[in-house]
């Protein structure tokens, strides 16, 4: 039996693991649950899975949390930072879901690398804003790291079996989000609605938000930079409406391996939480025959900014990431109280990148800064 933190656990990452949990009871114990400000649902799932530990934001949410609770419940409520470190690094957890959403996974992460615990990652940011120390932690404490992510997660199923050095680049596959089609001239009035409306995915506010810009995209890319190995120029992304194929490995032979599946979160998941085995994730089975067919085609630039952000942020290096990254969640959380445009998001992270002169990020507290002062820039240059 695998023992579990599920940070982030009233997200759609969450939840999606939690339904493996049930789905193979025999293999799973629950040990930690976290979330935001979601107590309700939070309070549902610490009735279901009695874990020893659940934490939210605050203490005045776990207040409310404890009184929601059934008298004589033996999970401890704890908030904050701190609770989310206790919850990462809990002794009798084997494998963190490191799900939070954005840079507040940070910390939390990298205490459950430092605390030797394996990692199921779909917080993205992670490696985003401080990939060459993560990747050296995770090498010092000896712990796994699957990627959750359904692009990272194609890739590392399909360079299972074959050499790293015989890999001719990846190619990340998007599905191009609500927007693929709009003219670049009236991407200025779209709503908030119409962005939170992905064709393909079920997927949190910030998360669509992403996809949408095509930011998301960019943070795949460099996340992806730190998880392979592989320079920006031998890390492509190709347009793929239909989101069948999630990824795809190419090769120095020219063969290209790929992996495919329906749009659904759980099967990657399953696929960190049980590797090297496979189970049944409840995912519908992919039938190519009710396929009409799959296209590929290249992004456009002018009308996803935010991906050619992303590549500059990389290409920069140290700590633009980290401040693109918080920009970006500044921008996106401004577009969703309707203070900015939805082309104001990437208008607004070239703003604060072009204000920003990078620097050597030598510790997790190095990267932390950088990422207020970008909150910090970012809100300054809202307007009023």
């Known amino acids: 039996m695998k023992h579990l933190t599920i940070l982030g656990s009233t997200g759609s990452i969450g939840t999606s693991t939690l339904d493996i949990v049930v789905a193979h009871g025999e293999r799973f114990r629950v040990e930690a649950l976290t979330a935001g400000s979601n107590i309700e649902l939070l309070a549902a799932q610490v009735r279901r899975f009695s874990p020893r530990l659940a934490v939210v934001q605050n203490e005045e949410l776990a207040g409310e949390l404890r009184d929601m609770l059934p008298t004589g419940c033996s999970t401890e409520i704890m908030s904050g930072v701190e609770g989310l470190i206790a919850a990462a690094t809990l002794p009798e957890t084997e494998m963190v879901v490191a799900a939070i959403v954005g840079a507040a996974g940070l910390v939390p992460t990298a205490a459950a690398i430092k605390a030797g615990k394996d990692l199921a990652l779909a917080n993205k940011e992670t490696l985003v804003t401080a990939g060459h120390l993560i990747m050296d932690l995770v090498e010092r404490h000896e712990v796994r790291l699957y990627p959750v992510d359904s692009e990272h997660s194609a890739v590392f199923q399909s360079m299972e079996g074959h050499r790293s050095h015989d890999i001719s680049r990846i190619i990340l596959t998007a599905s191009g989000g609500p927007f ?108 190519l025959t009710e396929l009409s067919g799959l296209t590929f085609f ?62 050597d990020l030598g510790s997790i507290a190095d990267v932390l800064e950088a990422d207020v002062w970008s909150r910090t820039k970012t809100r300054e240059l809202l307007p009023a």
């Open 180 to 287: 693929l089609n709009t003219p670049t001239e009236m991407l200025q009035r779209v709503t908030v609605a119409d962005a939170l409306n992905h064709p393909n995915w079920s997927m949190g506010k910030k998360i669509s938000i992403d996809s949408a810009t095509m930011m998301n995209k960019g943070l795949e890319v460099i996340e992806a930079r730190w998880l392979f190995d592989l320079p920006a120029e031998r890390i492509a992304v190709n347009i793929h409406p239909q989101s069948i194929i999630h990824s795809m490995v190419e090769y120095v032979d020219g063969c290209v391996i790929a992996q495919l599946g329906t749009p659904d979160m759980k099967a990657p998941i399953a696929y960190a939480l049980t590797y090297p085995e496979r189970v049944p994730s409840g995912v519908k089975p992919l039938d």
């Open 298 to 359: 290249k992004p456009d630039m002018e009308r996803f900014p935010c991906l050619g952000l992303a590549y500059r942020a990389l290409a920069e290096g140290e700590s633009m990431p980290a401040v693109m990254n918080a920009a970006n969640e500044v921008a996106v959380e401004a577009f969703l109280q309707g203070r900015i445009g939805f082309s104001g998001i990437a208008a607004l992270i070239e703003r604060v990148m072009e204000s920003h002169l990078p620097h």
